[in-house]
């Protein structure tokens, strides 16, 4: 094993993700609406970039100065600096062809000064009936703490009124209660789609909104916005309730150090100068000057205006053959394990699931771990039914579920409020694993079953993320499922694990043993082999295995989504290791693993990254897979997807991203094959 192990950056690993993203924002074999949300899928994940990492990239600059040298991080920063430039101006050019495809569609995206007359009467009552009740300026004053008051992630309008020499200035919030692109009547009746994003609405509309109480000659706004550091300390004090501690941590952040102002390039430089002064910004890297519009995630929620060819076509979800054919979701677990793979099949089975537990009178317990859930959620609704029907209910609720603590401390209290035992979680460790167990008695017999997943218990994600559920009535499976709840509970008390593979307890040993079992086998002549899905790849422990493992000669090939630090394709490192990563209408989010051993495969399926958070700081599960359809299903969809080439980029040591080729070989887009894979599955009645 070299002692000088290469390794990517995970932050500009990242970046590199994104940079795929972006690059299905400029494929012009995706419909155009489908390039537009890719455009507000990079910008909301910069958004995050900031506030997280880049963030996190400061601290320890900070930390730097303060020991008075220049290290890592500095240098690490000045790179991500560079990248962030290079991805800012591909994703103008960008933007600007998808505008220009949007026309060849008839759909336009007009500033103000191309609207007509009529148009511009149209909007200027809309505005004054719609949108003016919820416009409120900010005046810049001495008196005015902008750094206190204004939020981070929400796109402002930076107002200057003139009137002689004088200036005055306001700022002035996007409002988020009214939608962001309008819809403008055609001029002539034409069959065309005019829209305004809000900002350019409202600069169209500034007289109304200043002209009754301020004399001016000229008023002009630009766009900005700012992002503060997310980070959140919780302090350390046994008299607070780690709820206490959450809610003042959160406070923290609303007032934390902004990273990064976004601004219009053509702001005057004396209005950057007095928002950056009055934001508290100090260093000049921190100010990114951009595009007129600022807050482009809002493309996400752009809506298809005409034809149906401007958007992906539907993939209908699918019914399951195997719980159908029974009466109830629990005589179909008797029959044997069901695996569902989101979006492809309909995530209500598994509400299902809650929701007969919640009535059965069989069903004495259910336990489940929530970290993330769609808002309305019909799974917390059917918990509430259950303790209503008296059924003993537990919900494990992580309330550092980042950007989901507000949400997760209101969903705490609603359910305590309803009577359930709602335990958060165990001190230091986040409970990130997807595990849902319930009990049932039938004639004085216990019998457990459960769900064990990729992904969270969400109705909303579970249409756009890929993610694995294994239902289940293997008992010893159910019981170890059980005992994680307990380990929850009591974290003093170790389960004994002969299946589960649980951070932060075993993951990392188990990991490590399956990954030398294959080493062993090359070493000793046999096939080694290792094929891996991960959404990150970065815990260096793990990396270096894998090096060691490709200079045995086992063949590991691996797709990851987003961060890779490892260097695949080194000659005498890394030579016997490939890397994908794909990107398509679906965020891949499955986590498989798969360790060849000699033809008769280990199967698991993980809530799991190799990170070393997930392994060491957080509760994570990952299920071997005993059923051998099953198996099957998994190993050849995974298969499939490590044969794309449609939508599968190269890790490789440039991270310049190029698309697997293709060759002679028939085309594979895997999301498409994968789906069209279980449609015949079920329309052949083959078990899942």
């Known amino acids: 094993m ?39 899928i990079f910008s909301n994940n910069q958004d995050e970039f900031f506030k997280v990492r880049v963030a996190d990239v400061r601290r320890t600059v900070k930390q730097e100065e303060l020991e008075g040298r220049v290290g890592e991080a500095s240098r690490l920063l000045s790179e991500i600096q560079d990248k962030i430039v290079h991805l800012s101006t591909m994703f103008d050019t960008i933007y600007q062809d998808v505008l220009k ?62 009137k002689g020499k004088q200036r005055r ?44 109480f301020v004399e001016y000659d000229s008023v002009q706004a630009w766009s900005m916005k700012f992002s503060r550091d997310s980070e959140y300390e919780l302090y350390d004090d046994v008299e607070m309730s780690l709820v206490e501690q959450l809610t003042r941590g959160m406070k923290q952040r609303l007032t934390a150090e902004p990273v ?27 100010v990114i000057p951009g595009g007129r519009y600022r807050n482009f995630r809002d493309f996400i929620g752009f809506r298809n205006p005409s034809k149906k060819w401007l958007e992906n076509p539907p993939l209908p979800a699918l019914r399951s053959q195997a719980f159908d054919r029974h ?36 069903i004495k317990e259910i336990k489940i771990n929530i970290y993330r859930v769609a808002a309305n959620s019909r799974v917390i609704e059917s918990l509430i039914d259950a303790a209503r029907n008296g059924k003993r209910v537990n919900v494990n609720i992580e ?34 694993s997807k595990l849902c167990v319930v009990t049932r008695e039938v004639n004085g017999v216990s019998k457990r079953y459960a769900v064990l997943g990729t992904g969270n218990f969400n109705e909303s994600t579970a249409r756009v993320y890929t993610d694995l559920a294994l239902f289940t009535a293997h008992q010893e499976l159910c019981d170890e499922a059980q005992s994680v709840f307990q380990f929850i509970e009591t974290s003093y008390r170790h389960p004994r694990l002969r299946h589960l593979l649980v951070s932060p307890l075993n993951t990392r040993s ?107 700081e957080r509760v994570e599960v990952s299920c ?23 939508k599968a980029r190269i890790i490789n040591a440039k991270q310049d991203n190029p698309y697997v080729r293709r060759g002679n070989r028939r085309k594979v887009r895997s999301q498409e094959a994968v789906y069209q894979y279980l449609v015949n599955l079920e329309r052949g009645g083959v078990k899942k």
């Open 510 to 616: 188990e990991i490590e043993r399956l990954i030398r079992r294959e080493i062993s086998h090359a070493k000793a002549g046999n096939k080694g082999l290792i094929k891996i899905k991960l959404n990150n790849l970065v815990d260096r422990d793990i990396v270096n295995l894998l090096y060691e493992a490709s200079q045995a000669g086992v063949q590991v090939r691996m797709i990851v989504r987003g961060m890779c630090s490892l260097v695949p394709g080194i000659k005498g490192v890394s030579d016997n290791i490939s890397v994908i990563s794909i990107v398509d209408r679906y965020l891949e989010h499955t986590r498989v693993l798969v360790f060849d051993n000699l033809g008769d495969p280990d199967v698991y399926i993980s809530s799991a990254d190799w990170m070393a958070r997930n392994l060491d």
């Open 101 to 162: 495809e949007l026309e060849n569609k008839k759909v336009y995206f007009i500033p103000e000064e191309r609207l007509s007359e009529k148009q511009s009467h149209w909007l200027d009552k809309h505005f004054r009936d719609h949108i003016l009740p919820h416009v409120v300026p900010i005046w810049v004053s001495d008196s005015i703490r902008l750094d206190k008051l204004l939020d981070d992630d929400v796109s402002y309008l930076a107002v200057q009124l003139k």
């Open 327 to 362: 009466r109830n979701v629990f005589e179909a677990l008797d029959a044997g394990d069901i695996l569902l793979y989101y979006p492809y099949y309909r995530f209500n089975y598994f509400t299902e699931f809650v929701r007969q537990a919640s009535f059965d009178p069989a």
């Open 169 to 212: 200035y306001a700022i002035l919030d996007i409002p988020e209660r009214v939608s962001r692109f309008i819809n403008i009547p055609p001029d002539r009746g034409h069959a065309r789609n005019y829209y305004m994003v809000m900002d350019e609405v409202i600069r169209h509309c500034l007289d109304q909104i200043f002209d009754p």
């Open 399 to 432: 309330l550092r579920a980042r950007f989901d603590e507000e949400h997760n401390l209101e969903l705490t209290e609603k359910l305590a409020d309803a009577g359930i035992k709602v335990t958060l979680g165990i001190p230091g460790l986040k409970v990130h």
């Open 624 to 646: 071997p897979v005993y059923d051998p359809d099953i198996k099957k299903l998994i190993v050849e969809t995974l298969n499939i997807q490590l044969s794309d080439n449609q």
């Open 260 to 286: 990064r102002l976004s601004y219009d390039r053509t702001m005057p430089s004396e209005m950057v100068s007095l928002i950056r002064e009055r934001l508290g910004i100090e260093n000049v890297d921190s």
């Open 2 to 40: 070299t002692t000088n192990a290469p390794y990517f950056a995970k932050e500009l690993s990242w970046l590199s993700f994104n940079e795929r993203v972006l690059q299905e924002a400029a494929d012009r074999r995706n419909p155009v609406v489908e390039r537009m949300h890719f455009l507000g």
